[in-house]
């Protein structure tokens, strides 16, 4: 049954036009029996309109999918560093046929305090130049975040940025070893959004749904949110956070 409908549903309207056109040949045949030529020049037509019909779907089809292998696909994501979690480690590969050039934009707050960044790499300002199935990979360390902000004081960043001296690595136990001190306590939480464009030679470019991490220091987790509010296939526009140099290359 499930086979039939597959059929009917690809030629329903080319086996429906024969029909009628067959009904209509025996009405007329029986009516007046020198019209069988027109009819017949007739289904030929139809025939011909359906094949033509039919080329043109598979032909744009196939445009679709060759359109669809030169988009600059990229995966990203942002982790704690295990050996050392001072550092979130930015992740960023290219995952189509052809290089990419990607900008990438954090949006960060610290309770209701936005934070302006300074690291040009992660503002928007300059290019990740990716290679084919390449995989690029920054990082930033997070208590820089706090500097100027008088979120907390400069002597609580001077006693996370030296914690541990050597050797110099600042795994998760350490970090909540100390933490419990009140005297290096941070009980914020740092909220980060992730925007990635992407574009390549060819003027294709996309836009990512956001990702949104966050960052709970009393546990020293980076909590990633899992979904988002629109389909991937709805990032398709320039977004607002980018320079007007990018619509040179577009």
């Not at 009904?23 to 069988?36: A, D, G, N, Y």
Request: aromatic letters at 12%; one cysteine or more; a neutral charge.
């Amino acid at each position: 049954m499930k086979k039939f409908e597959v059929v009917f549903k690809k030629y329903g309207f080319l086996i429906i036009c024969i029909l009628l056109v067959l009904v209509s040949v025996i009405i007329l045949e029986c009516l007046k029996p020198s019209i069988t030529s027109e009819i017949i020049l007739l289904i030929t037509a139809l025939i011909i309109l359906w094949y033509t019909f039919e080329t043109y779907l598979i032909r744009k089809k196939e445009e679709f999918l060759l359109t669809r292998e030169k988009k600059p696909l990229v995966g990203f994501s942002l982790n704690l560093n295990l050996d050392n979690v001072s550092d979130i480690q930015f992740h960023i590969s290219n995952l189509s046929k052809y290089p990419v050039a990607c900008l990438v934009k954090l949006s960060i707050k610290i309770d209701e305090n936005i934070i302006n960044i300074k690291w040009p790499e992660y503002d928007g300002d300059k290019y990740w130049n990716i290679q084919v199935r390449q995989t690029m990979h920054g990082h930033f360390r997070w208590v820089e975040l706090f500097k100027g902000t008088k979120i907390i004081t400069d002597e609580k960043i001077q006693l996370h940025e030296n914690i541990p001296k050597p050797p110099g690595k600042y795994t998760r136990e350490q970090f909540l070893k100390y933490s419990g001190n009140d005297s290096v306590k941070i009980q914020s939480t740092v909220n980060i959004d992730v925007d990635v464009f992407s574009m390549n030679e060819f003027k294709e470019h996309l836009s990512y749904p956001q990702v949104h991490y966050s960052f709970d220091l009393t546990q020293c987790k980076l909590i990633t949110e899992l979904c988002s509010g629109h389909p991937y296939f709805d990032y398709d526009d320039i977004p607002d956070w980018l320079d007007n140099k990018v619509n040179n290359y577009l």
